[in-house]
C-alpha cells in the first residue's frame, strides 16, 4: 500500500504529463503514435484531476481558509478539459491544431506549477502528515476507476503503461 503524501503523489503524475506534452510538441503533424500520446494524455489528465478534485480538492474546499483556491484549480480543470475536447476533434495536420495544443501545453504547465507551488503548499499548512498520506491512499484508489470511467466516456483504447 502506498505511503506517500497526496502531494508527492500528485506531483509524480505532473511529471508524467510534462514529459508526455513534450513528447507530443517535438513530434508533427498527424501520426498514428501522436494520436496515441495526445490520447494518452487526455485519459490520463481527465482521470488525474477527477482523483484529485475527490481526494485534495474536495477537502480544500470544505475549509475556509483553503476554499478559494480549491475553486480556482476546479475551474481550470473544466477549461482544460474543454481544450482537450476540441482538440480530439481536430485533424492534427491543421496549423489550428498546433495553436490549440500550444494553448493547452501553455495552461496546462501553467495549471500544475501553480498547484505545485501555491495550492498544495498552502493545502501542507493546514493539513497533517497523516491527513496527507490518507489522501495519497484514496487518490492511488480512485485513479484506476476515474481512468475506466475516461476511457469510457471517450471511446478510447487503454494504452496505460
Ligand atoms: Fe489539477
Ligand atoms: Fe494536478
Redesign the pocket.
Known sequence: MSNQTIFKRLKKDHEKHRELLNRIETMTGESEERRTLFNNFRTEVTAH?AA?EETLYSTMLEDPELRHDGQH?VAE?HELDELMAELADMPMTDAAWTQKFKKLQHDYLH??DE?EADMFPAAKEELSTSEAKELGEKFEERKPEEYARALEGKDMEDNRE
Open positions: 484531476a484529485e484549480s480543470h495549471h500544475i498547484e
